[in-house]
């Protein structure tokens, strides 16, 4: 690039980190904008990227006021009033979205880029820590921090091969180059910027399109999503317990699940999951099949890296574990679409059969909710009681009429309530839970450290 200075305009989102931590060990002046602090807003400060959280001109670093030597780079988070991306636009800086940048690197790399309506950051997560752990050179770009690294961000000098989470929101995935695409789910999602499934569906058609002539596409069975790779690009299937890629034998006792991994032309005995967690099968299929195509797949090393793989923050995370027959336990998962709140339910319901549980959900988005307020409605009917949370809107304004309680008047549990975000901790306190599912992909997660500190506090 011919730029020194790179600017991020909406700098503490997940996906962002991951770039500004590149570019920063790249040598690049790295400095940026967000609207809160947040832990990873402190953890990127020290790491040296200048952050400010006034959305002012002014707050811009002299540095980064020259748009010779500056890139600004933008979240579609970010709002076009924002009077900091205002400023750049209209002084003569190059301005471009995020996926921009992150398709420079999948052009400079063979790149495994993992893309779905669910499970792309469990799936990239695994396939980049199996690489991490093979000892093959490997960056990564993940949507969610892994906690064996405590970052969503991997750096090795010379690694040929990324790892990046293709995110479909703002049809940010049709800026990359994949080697490996694949794609877990298509169920229809941000029909604000698609509109119909079908223009969903069309979305991740002209994804597939992107992937190298000398690559491959791997997807999961039974999609509707019709493929459209280029000449030379070859296709596999993968699921559960059939396609190319499969599982077989699968074991459950004791809080574990194990299952033998089958590839084209062999077999991988006795992978043991980290996270036993049903939905993780398919996922860790998908993973290894990726790393499969990738030709550098170590049977012994990838077994022993899905062992100890403790999965991707707020992605089935235990905050409290009691031991016994009666012992309470407290979950937190990023589920924010019907599907995925159905997933995270029926895999809390396996691991506990016969036990009460409670949810907690934060909708994500105005549109969203009013788009699937009735599959929202369904799967938190599987619960025996919840606790429903006001939307949380990130990057939207509030649509009329659109509130939580079109979910909650079509939610046909045991019991069900509307609860202020800053009176939950207290209200599930005195709940007397015994199982506790917190969901959703806003900030319900800030409130877990008060959650679990007020429970242990009654005991």
Same mark, same amino acid.
């Given at each position: 690039?011919?730029?020194?200075?790179?600017?991020?305009?909406?700098?503490?989102?997940?996906?962002?980190?991951?770039?500004?931590?590149?570019?920063?060990?790249?040598?690049?002046?790295?400095?940026?904008?967000?609207?809160?602090?947040?832990?990873?807003?402190?953890?990127?400060?020290?790491?040296?990227?200048?952050?400010?959280?006034?959305?002012?001109?002014?707050? %811009?670093?002299?540095?980064?006021?020259?748009?010779?030597?500056?890139?600004?780079?933008?979240?579609?988070?970010?709002?076009?009033?924002?009077?900091?991306?205002?400023?750049?636009?209209?002084?003569?800086?190059?301005?471009?979205?995020?996926?921009?940048?992150?398709?420079?690197?999948?052009?400079?790399?063979?790149?495994?880029?993992?893309?779905?309506?669910?499970?792309?950051?469990?799936?990239?997560?695994?396939?980049?820590?199996?690489?991490?752990?093979?000892?093959?050179?490997?960056?990564?770009?993940?949507?969610?921090?892994? &906690?064996?690294?405590?970052?969503?961000?991997?750096?090795?000098?010379?690694?040929?091969?990324?790892?990046?989470?293709?995110?479909?929101?703002?049809?940010?995935?049709?800026?990359?180059?994949?080697?490996?695409?694949?794609?877990?789910?298509?169920?229809?999602?941000?029909?604000?910027?698609?509109?119909?499934?079908?223009?969903?569906?069309?979305?991740?058609?002209?994804?597939?399109?992107?992937?190298?002539?000398?690559?491959?596409?791997?997807?999961?069975?039974?999609?509707?999503?019709?493929?459209?790779?280029?000449?030379?690009?070859?296709?596999?299937?993968?699921?559960?317990?059939?396609?190319?890629?499969?599982?077989?034998?699968?074991?459950?006792?004791?809080?574990?699940?194990?299952?033998?991994?089958?590839?084209?032309?062999?077999?991988?005995?006795?992978?043991?999951?980290?996270?036993?967690?049903?939905?993780? %099968?398919?996922?860790?299929?998908?993973?290894?099949?990726?790393?499969?195509?990738?030709?550098?797949?170590?049977?012994?090393?990838?077994?022993?890296?899905?062992?100890?793989?403790?999965?991707?923050?707020?992605?089935?995370?235990?905050?409290?574990?009691?031991?016994?027959?009666?012992?309470?336990? %407290?979950?937190?998962?990023?589920?924010?679409?019907?599907?995925?709140?159905?997933?995270?339910?029926?895999?809390?319901?396996?691991?506990?059969?016969? &036990?009460?549980?409670?949810?907690?959900?934060?909708?994500?988005?105005?549109? &969203?909710?009013?788009?699937?307020?009735?599959?929202?409605?369904?799967?938190?009917?599987?619960?025996?009681?919840?606790?429903?949370?006001?939307?949380?809107?990130?990057?939207?304004?509030?649509?009329?009429?659109?509130?939580?309680?079109?979910?909650?008047?079509?939610?046909?549990?045991?019991?069900?309530?509307?609860?202020?975000?800053?009176?939950?901790?207290?209200?599930?306190?005195?709940?007397?839970?015994?199982?506790?599912?917190?969901?959703?992909?806003?900030?319900?997660?800030?409130?877990?450290?008060?959650?679990?500190?007020?429970?242990?506090?009654?005991?």
């Amino acid at each position: 690039m011919i730029y020194s200075h790179i600017y991020f305009v909406g700098a503490g989102g997940i996906g962002m980190a991951a770039l500004e931590r590149y570019f920063l060990t790249e040598g690049y002046c790295v400095a940026g904008y967000d609207r809160t602090p947040s832990p990873l807003t402190d953890k990127l400060q020290s790491e040296g990227v200048e952050i400010t959280f006034t959305d002012s001109a002014s707050e %811009i670093p002299d540095a980064f006021r020259d748009p010779e030597h500056t890139m600004v780079v933008y979240s579609p988070a970010v709002p076009e009033s924002n009077n900091i991306l205002t400023y750049f636009r209209e002084n003569g800086f190059e301005v471009v979205k995020r996926a921009r940048l992150l398709g420079e690197v999948t052009r400079n790399s063979r790149s495994l880029c993992f893309a779905g309506t669910h499970g792309k950051t469990t799936t990239s997560s695994m396939a980049a820590y199996i690489l991490q752990q093979q000892g093959t050179p490997v960056n990564a770009f993940l949507g969610g921090e892994l &906690r064996n690294w405590d970052s969503n961000f991997l750096l090795t000098p010379g690694a040929d091969i990324s790892v990046v989470e293709a995110d479909e929101f703002d049809r940010s995935f049709h800026e990359l180059s994949p080697y490996v695409a694949v794609v877990t789910a298509t169920d229809p999602d941000h029909l604000d910027i698609y509109g119909t499934e079908e223009g969903y569906l069309e979305g991740f058609a002209r994804f597939t399109e992107l992937i190298r002539p000398d690559g491959a596409l791997l997807i999961h069975e039974g999609l509707k999503l019709k493929p459209r790779v280029p000449q030379g690009v070859k296709t596999y299937t993968y699921s559960r317990d059939k396609g190319d890629f499969h599982a077989s034998y699968i074991r459950h006792g004791h809080g574990c699940i194990s299952f033998d991994f089958v590839y084209p032309g062999g077999t991988i005995r006795g992978i043991d999951l980290g996270v036993p967690v049903e939905i993780n %099968i398919d996922n860790a299929v998908a993973a290894l099949a990726a790393v499969y195509l990738t030709g550098t797949l170590d049977a012994s090393k990838a077994r022993t890296a899905m062992g100890s793989f403790l999965g991707a923050s707020r992605r089935f995370q235990f905050w409290l574990k009691e031991g016994g027959e009666k012992g309470r336990a %407290i979950i937190d998962d990023y589920a924010h679409h019907p599907d995925e709140l159905e997933a995270a339910i029926s895999s809390v319901r396996a691991l506990y059969p016969g &036990r009460r549980l409670t949810l907690a959900f934060q909708p994500h988005l105005y549109s &969203r909710t009013r788009d699937f307020a009735p599959g929202f409605a369904r799967a938190l009917s599987m619960a025996d009681e919840v606790f429903l949370l006001p939307i949380y809107p990130a990057r939207e304004e509030p649509i009329p009429g659109v509130t939580s309680e079109i979910i909650l008047r079509d939610i046909n549990c045991e019991k069900k309530h509307l609860v202020a975000y800053e009176d939950l901790p207290e209200t599930l306190k005195n709940s007397n839970f015994e199982i506790l599912l917190t969901a959703g992909a806003g900030d319900i997660a800030n409130l877990l450290p008060k959650i679990n500190e007020q429970v242990k506090q009654k005991d």
